[in-house]
């Protein structure tokens, strides 16, 4: 079942255009993957993705609804780039108070909460104030609040920024698990190619253009290649061959 469909999407800010022509989609229990160096329009797709922007030409479309789509946001989870936390609060402060946003009870909350927590390694930080966290501690925050309400599609840019390796690999492990045993579709962006080989299908952007979209397995056949690195290269080459052509 397709969750998420992108279509032949556009965004421009007067002349200067930031996306062209995307398009790809998202399955029910698929990780995937979107691959692109900074400035390669990625974060700029998930605004659109997630409602908070609109393209300028185009449709993006989740769980058979056209976005933008304030029923939707009930059922996403949303870890932004840069971290909308209320550094006067504390941790659990934070995570209480996006969880009020949805219709939970007392007890799930608190399950909820614990959940999380133990899954971003934070427990012994909870009643800090925010704004004595690391970076680091942050990120892991955005990501706790961001699976507060047990979502459906969970749509994380750059999730692991600025996290140890050891957490990094317990964060995959868990999306890995969410995706297998409870069919969660997670969109995640990365420019990190251990990650992107855990991806279950990866859409390669480069220049605000999607160059080439496939398994980790596929992609490196098709390109004949043994590493991503080498794929974004050899197909980043070929779509600007034929770009140059037009």
Known sequence: MSILQVSNVTKSYGKH??????????????????IGPSG???????KLIVG???????????????????????????????????????GYENLTFFASMFLMSKREVKERIAYVTQLVQLESALKKRV?????????????????IQNPQILILDEPTVGIDPELRKSIWTELVRLKVEE??????????????EKCDVL??????RVITTGS???????????????????????????????
């Open 40 to 46: 390669s329009g990625k974060t700029t797709l998930i």
């Open 52 to 90: 908070m922007d609109v393209p300028t030409t185009g449709s993006v479309d989740m769980l058979g609804e056209r976005v933008p789509n304030l029923g939707l946001l009930k059922k996403i989870g949303y870890m932004a780039q840069s971290d909308s936390l209320y550094h006067d609060l504390t």
């Open 203 to 208: 859409t390669m952007i480069r220049e605000g």
């Open 131 to 147: 704004s004595t966290y690391s970076g680091g501690m942050k990120r892991r925050l955005s990501l706790a609040i961001a699976l």
């Open 216 to 246: 980790p397995q596929e992609l490196k056949a098709i390109y004949d290649v043994t590493n991503l690195e080498d794929v974004f290269l050899k197909a980043g080459g070929e779509a600007h061959a034929r770009h140059s052509s037009l």
């Open 183 to 196: 069919q969660k579709t997670i969109l995640v962006t990365t420019h990190v190619m251990d990650e992107a």
């Open 17 to 34: 255009s930031i996306l062209s022509d995307v398009e790809f989609s998202a399955e029910e229990g698929q990780i995937v993957g979107l």
